[in-house]
C-alpha cells in the first residue's frame, strides 16, 4: 500500500487482537496502537461498513479491481489526518473523526479482502477475510433497553458475558480480563443475577459502581423476576431483615483486642521457637517441641489472614489489604492476591465443580455423587479411585502446602508479574533464614521449614475439608444463594478449642452464610461478620433454615474427619461401579 511508518492502529481486547503474535507482527511494522478503553464508542463500524459496501458496490463507484496508485490516492487524506493528529487527540476525537475515514475504510476493504493490510479501519485491525463480529450485537440496543432473563442467559460464554446486579443488565465481556478479583469469580455468574455475590465481595459500594456505569447496557423488563431460575425471593428478603437484626445489635463491628491478641500469640510462639533454641540448643527435643511450635504459628496465622483477606477487621478495607498482605506473606511465606482469587471463587460457587477450585482434585481423587459416575462412565481410570481412601492419607494431607501450594504459588506470583506480593514472599524466607541457619544451617532449615510445612499441611487439609468434602458436590444447578451454599458445607460443634483449632471454620454455615447475610447493606463500610460474633449468630440462621425446610447440620470434630475418609470411599465405589458396568 506503500504507507510509511507513522500510522496509528486501535483494536478490541478480542484474543487474537492481544496474542503475542499480533503484538510482534504490530511492533515490527512500527505501527502505534491505542490502548482500548472499556466501552469504547466505535459507533458500530462494522454493522455500517456492511450496509455502505453494499451499497457502493451496487453504485460500482468502487469495486475490487482498482489498483494500487489508486488506493493510494484515496486513504491520502486520512494519512496526512492521522499525522496531525496525537494518540491522545485521536483517541479522544474517534467518535467525530469516524466518518472521515469510513470512505478509506471501505476502500481497503474491498481491495484488501484477502490479506492482511496495514491500516486504520474504524477501531479494528483488518486482515484475512471478513470478521465474525459484523452482526449488531445487543449491546448496541444502549443503556435504556429492557431484556428478559431469557435474552441475558445466552449471554454465558468466555468472551460474551452479561450478569445482571440490581436489575441493571451489564456487559462485562472485555471487563473480566481487568476484573480486580479475576476474571473466574465473575465469569461464574455470566448470565445470571450476580446481586448477591457483587455486594458481598465489594464493601465499598460507591466506589465500585463508577467502574459498573460504562457497561451498562440496559436493564430487566418490568414483567421480569428479580431472581433468575426461579429463585426463592421470600427467603432473600428475610434474609434482608436478618441482616438488619444482626446490624441493630452490633454483631457487625469487630472488637480489636480479639484480633490483637489473635496476632499476638501467634508473634509469642514464633519468639518462644526461638527462645527454646538459643536457651537450650538444638538437640532432637528440642528441634521437635520447636518444629510443633512453628507448625501451630503457621496454622494460627493462617486463620488469621482469611479474616484479613475477607475485610472483616478494620472499618477500612484498604487497611485490611496491608495487613493481610504483612500476615500472609511475612508471616507464612504466601501470596494474598492468590489466595484471594482462590478463596472468592470458592466463596461464589462452593462445590461447584469446574467453578471451585477447592475440588480441583487435579485427577487424583473424584468427589461427590457425580463425578465418579462420570470418569467411570467414559472408563477414565488416572488414579485407582476405589482404593482413593487410603492414598488420600498419603498424597491429600502431607502434600498439599509443602508441594502443591508452594509450587503455585510462585508460579502464578511470577506469571503474574505480582512483585509486591513477590517482595512479602521473600521477605518471610530471608527472616526465616536468618533466624534458623545459625542453629541448623541452610539445608538444615529447609528440611526443618518442611516439617513445619508438613504437620501444618494435615492441619490445614483435616479443617478445611470436614465442611465440604462430604458434604453435596455437583454442576452448577444455579440454585438461590442459601440453598447452594448450605448444601455445600456444614458447622462442627462448638467449644473453645474447636474455636481456636479451626480458626472459627467450625461455624463454616455463618461464615458460608455471611456473604448472604451482609450483601444487602449498600453504604456499609464494614459488611464481614467478625468471626468472634457467630456463635452470637448461628440460632436464628439455623430457625430460617428450619422455616424453608434446608437442613443445618452439626457434627462432632471426629465424626466430620471420619466423613471425610467414608466420603471418598462411597465416591471410589460410584466410580468402580460406573466403569465396570456402565
Known amino acids: 500500500m506503500k504507507m510509511e511508518r507513522g500510522w496509528v492502529f486501535q483494536h478490541d481486547n478480542d484474543p487474537k487482537h492481544t496474542a503475542r503474535a499480533t503484538k510482534e507482527w504490530l511492533r515490527k511494522k512500527h505501527f502505534k496502537v491505542l490502548v482500548w478503553p472499556s466501552q469504547s464508542p466505535d459507533l458500530n463500524l462494522w454493522r455500517e461498513l456492511k450496509v455502505r459496501v453494499a451499497h457502493h458496490c451496487s453504485r460500482g463507484d468502487l469495486h475490487e479491481g482498482m489498483d494500487q496508485s489508486t488506493s493510494y490516492r484515496v486513504c491520502r487524506p486520512a494519512r496526512k489526518e492521522s499525522k496531525r493528529l496525537s494518540a491522545d487527540e485521536l483517541m479522544n476525537t474517534l467518535p467525530c473523526s469516524m466518518l472521515s475515514r469510513r470512505p478509506c475504510t471501505l476502500h481497503m476493504l474491498l481491495v484488501c479482502r484477502t490479506e492482511p493490510i496495514e491500516c486504520w479501519c474504524g477501531g479494528e485491525l483488518m486482515g484475512g477475510g471478513a470478521h465474525q463480529t459484523a452482526e449488531l450485537s445487543a449491546e448496541g440496543r444502549g443503556a435504556g433497553e429492557v431484556y428478559t432473563w431469557e435474552e441475558v442467559q445466552k449471554h454465558s460464554r468466555q468472551g460474551d458475558q452479561w450478569?445482571?446486579?440490581?436489575?441493571?443488565?451489564?456487559?462485562?465481556?472485555?471487563?473480566?480480563?481487568?476484573?480486580?478479583?479475576?476474571?473466574?469469580?465473575?465469569?461464574?455468574?455470566?448470565?445470571?443475577?450476580?446481586?448477591?455475590?457483587?455486594?458481598?465481595?465489594?464493601?465499598?459500594?460507591?466506589?465500585?459502581?463508577?467502574?459498573?456505569?460504562?457497561?451498562?447496557?440496559?436493564?430487566?423488563?418490568?414483567?421480569?423476576?428479580?431472581?433468575?431460575?426461579?429463585?426463592?425471593?421470600?427467603?432473600?428478603?428475610?434474609?434482608?431483615?436478618?441482616?438488619?437484626?444482626?446490624?441493630?445489635?452490633?454483631?457487625?463491628?469487630?472488637?480489636?483486642?480479639?484480633?490483637?491478641?489473635?496476632?499476638?500469640?501467634?508473634?509469642?510462639?514464633?519468639?518462644?521457637?526461638l527462645a527454646i533454641l538459643w536457651y537450650w540448643g538444638n538437640g532432637w527435643i528440642n528441634t521437635i517441641l520447636c518444629t510443633l511450635i512453628l507448625a501451630t504459628a503457621q496454622a494460627q496465622a493462617g486463620w488469621l489472614q482469611h479474616d484479613f483477606g475477607h475485610l472483616s477487621v478494620f472499618k477500612r478495607s484498604g487497611w485490611d489489604h496491608v495487613v493481610h498482605k504483612f500476615v500472609i506473606g511475612h508471616l507464612k511465606g504466601a501470596s494474598a492476591n492468590w489466595w484471594n482469587h482462590r478463596h472468592f471463587q470458592h466463596h461464589a460457587k462452593p462445590n461447584v465443580?469446574?467453578?471451585?477450585?477447592?475440588?480441583?482434585?487435579?485427577?487424583?481423587?473424584?468427589?461427590?455423587?457425580?463425578?465418579?459416575?462420570?470418569?467411570?462412565?467414559?472408563?477414565?481410570?488416572?488414579?485407582?479411585?476405589?482404593?482413593?481412601?487410603?492414598?488420600?492419607?498419603?498424597?491429600?494431607?502431607?502434600?498439599?502446602?509443602?508441594?502443591?501450594?508452594?509450587?503455585?504459588?510462585?508460579?502464578?506470583?511470577?506469571?503474574?508479574?505480582?512483585?509486591?506480593?513477590?517482595?512479602?514472599?521473600?521477605?518471610?524466607?530471608?527472616?526465616?533464614?536468618?533466624?534458623?541457619?545459625?542453629?541448623?544451617?541452610?539445608?538444615?532449615?529447609?528440611?526443618?521449614?518442611?516439617?513445619?510445612?508438613?504437620?501444618?499441611?494435615?492441619?490445614?487439609?483435616?479443617?478445611?475439608?470436614?465442611?465440604?468434602?462430604?458434604?453435596?458436590?455437583?454442576?452448577?444447578?444455579?440454585?438461590?444463594?442459601?440453598?447452594?451454599?448450605?448444601?455445600?458445607?456444614?458447622?462442627?460443634?462448638?467449644?473453645?478449642?474447636?474455636?481456636?483449632?479451626?480458626?472459627?471454620?467450625?461455624?463454616?454455615?455463618?461464615?458460608?452464610?455471611?456473604?448472604?447475610?451482609?450483601?444487602?447493606?449498600?453504604?456499609?463500610?464494614?459488611?464481614?461478620?467478625?468471626?468472634?460474633?457467630?456463635?452470637?449468630?448461628?440460632?436464628?440462621?439455623?430457625?430460617?433454615?428450619?422455616?424453608?425446610?434446608?437442613?443445618?447440620?452439626?457434627?462432632?470434630?471426629?465424626?466430620?474427619?471420619?466423613?471425610?475418609?467414608?466420603?471418598?470411599?462411597?465416591?471410589?465405589?460410584?466410580?468402580?461401579?460406573?466403569?465396570?458396568?456402565?
Open 163 to 273: 450478569l445482571v446486579v440490581e436489575r441493571k443488565v451489564y456487559n462485562v465481556s472485555n471487563w473480566v480480563k481487568r476484573h480486580p478479583g479475576g476474571r473466574r469469580v465473575i465469569g461464574h455468574y455470566a448470565g445470571e443475577d450476580a446481586t448477591e455475590a457483587f455486594t458481598a465481595f465489594h464493601p465499598d459500594q460507591k466506589f465500585v459502581r463508577k467502574f459498573l456505569k460504562p457497561l451498562l447496557v440496559g436493564e430487566l423488563a418490568p414483567s421480569e423476576p428479580s431472581q433468575d431460575h426461579k429463585k426463592n425471593a421470600a427467603l432473600v428478603e428475610d434474609f434482608r431483615v436478618l441482616r438488619e437484626q444482626y446490624e441493630a445489635e452490633g454483631l457487625f463491628r469487630t472488637n480489636p483486642l480479639f484480633f490483637l491478641l489473635h496476632l499476638g500469640h501467634i508473634l509469642v510462639l514464633e519468639a518462644l521457637s
Open 353 to 582: 465443580v469446574l467453578k471451585d477450585p477447592d475440588i480441583n482434585m487435579l485427577k487424583i481423587l473424584v468427589l461427590g455423587n457425580v463425578q465418579p459416575v462420570e470418569y467411570g462412565v467414559k472408563k477414565l481410570k488416572h488414579m485407582p479411585y476405589n482404593h482413593q481412601h487410603k492414598y488420600f492419607f498419603l498424597v491429600g494431607p502431607p502434600l498439599l502446602i509443602p508441594v502443591y501450594f508452594n509450587m503455585h504459588i510462585l508460579q502464578t506470583m511470577i506469571k503474574q508479574r505480582d512483585w509486591v506480593d513477590l517482595a512479602w514472599y521473600v521477605s518471610y524466607y530471608v527472616r526465616y533464614f536468618t533466624c534458623y541457619a545459625p542453629f541448623y544451617g541452610v539445608i538444615g532449615s529447609f528440611v526443618l521449614l518442611m516439617c513445619v510445612r508438613f504437620i501444618e499441611s494435615h492441619w490445614f487439609v483435616w479443617v478445611t475439608q470436614m465442611n465440604h468434602i462430604p458434604m453435596d458436590i455437583d454442576y452448577d444447578k444455579k440454585d438461590d444463594w442459601l440453598s447452594m451454599q448450605l448444601k455445600a458445607t456444614c458447622n462442627v460443634e462448638q467449644s473453645f478449642f474447636n474455636d481456636w483449632f479451626s480458626g472459627h471454620l467450625n461455624f463454616q454455615i455463618e461464615h458460608q452464610r455471611q456473604a448472604l447475610i451482609w450483601s444487602f447493606s449498600p453504604t456499609s463500610l464494614f459488611p464481614m461478620m467478625p468471626r468472634h460474633n457467630y456463635i452470637r449468630a448461628a440460632p436464628r440462621v439455623q430457625e430460617l433454615c428450619k422455616k424453608y425446610g434446608i437442613q443445618y447440620q452439626v457434627k462432632g470434630l471426629w465424626e466430620a474427619w471420619c466423613d471425610i475418609v467414608r466420603s471418598l470411599r462411597k465416591s471410589g465405589e460410584l466410580w468402580l461401579d460406573a466403569y465396570l458396568h456402565k
